[in-house]
């Protein structure tokens, strides 16, 4: 399994980023994916998740609308659009499969997404 994020930078509060993950190693198209952020000394946490298909998708309560989550199959790519952002976003980002918690063991390098005036 390899995942490949990207995307991340500096943004000012209220911008916009989309990041993008592309996967390979495992048919992508059979596995539910999902975002998670992490920031130093605190646990990698739940962002959004989507299903096999994108017909459903799951939000952490700290996205309030502000996020979408979308895949595209045939690049095996999964992303994050995030609107609205503000300091408290600012994290490493990471994909993993699975709907509301991650499946593989690996994890991708990350982008991160820095959220300053």
């Known amino acids: 399994v390899q995942l490949v994020e990207s995307g991340g930078g500096l943004v000012q509060p209220g911008g916009s980023l989309r990041l993008s993950c592309t996967a390979s190693?495992?048919?992508?198209?059979?596995?539910?994916m999902s975002w998670y952020r992490q920031t130093p000394g605190k646990e990698r946490e739940l962002v959004a998740g989507?299903?096999?298909?994108?017909?459903?998708?799951n939000y952490a309560d700290f996205v309030e609308g502000r996020f979408a989550i979308s895949r595209d199959d045939a690049k095996s790519t999964v992303y994050l659009q995030m609107n609205s952002l503000r300091s408290d976003d600012t994290a490493m980002y990471y994909c993993?499969?699975?709907?509301?918690?991650?499946?593989?063991?690996?994890w991708g390098q990350g982008t991160q997404v820095t959220v300053s005036p």
């Open positions: 190693g495992f048919t992508f198209g059979g596995y539910a």
């Open positions: 993993n499969g699975g709907y509301t918690g991650a499946v593989f063991v690996n």
């Open positions: 989507i299903d096999v298909g994108g017909g459903r998708t």
